[in-house]
Nanobody, 122 residues
Framework: QVQLVESGGGLVQAGGSLRLSCAAS????????MGWFRRAPGKEREFVAT????????YYADSVKGRFTISRDNAKNTVFLQMNSLKPEDTAVYYC???????????????WGQGTQVTVSS
């Protein structure tokens, strides 16, 4: 059974940091692109960041560029999202996703995690 399990969410003050993790299991993910998406209250799910299978290329939404960093450890089938300088508008449920293409897009997601809540207080 394929699973993506996120962890690391929580409550943090504006300006603070959190590190999300996503552990993949059930099949090898070392050749999959991995990504993060989020859904804020009352909004549609949106792209946050994606990383190529070998970690050589990363892409970010403009809203998080320079503050968030995506990385991966293929030996542990885990992808990370380091979030710094958090803002109240970063409050959302964050979802991990995988894709058997070069990068993750909405249209190419094969698997989704269940999500982890991030709340940033002002």
């Amino acid at each position: 059974q394929v699973q993506l399990v996120e962890s690391g969410g929580g409550l943090v003050q504006a300006g603070g940091s959190l590190r999300l993790s996503c552990a993949a299991s059930g099949r090898p993910f070392s050749t999959d692109a991995m990504g993060w998406f989020r859904r804020a209250p009352g909004k549609e799910r949106e792209f946050v960041a994606t990383i190529r299978w070998d970690g050589r290329d990363t892409y970010y939404a403009d809203s998080v560029k320079g503050r968030f960093t995506i990385s991966r450890d293929n030996a542990k089938n885990t992808v990370f999202l380091q979030m710094n300088s958090l803002k109240p508008e970063d409050t959302a449920v964050y979802y991990c996703a995988s894709s058997r293409t070069s990068i993750v897009r909405f249209s190419t997601v094969d698997y989704w995690g269940q999500g982890t809540q991030v709340t940033v207080s002002s």
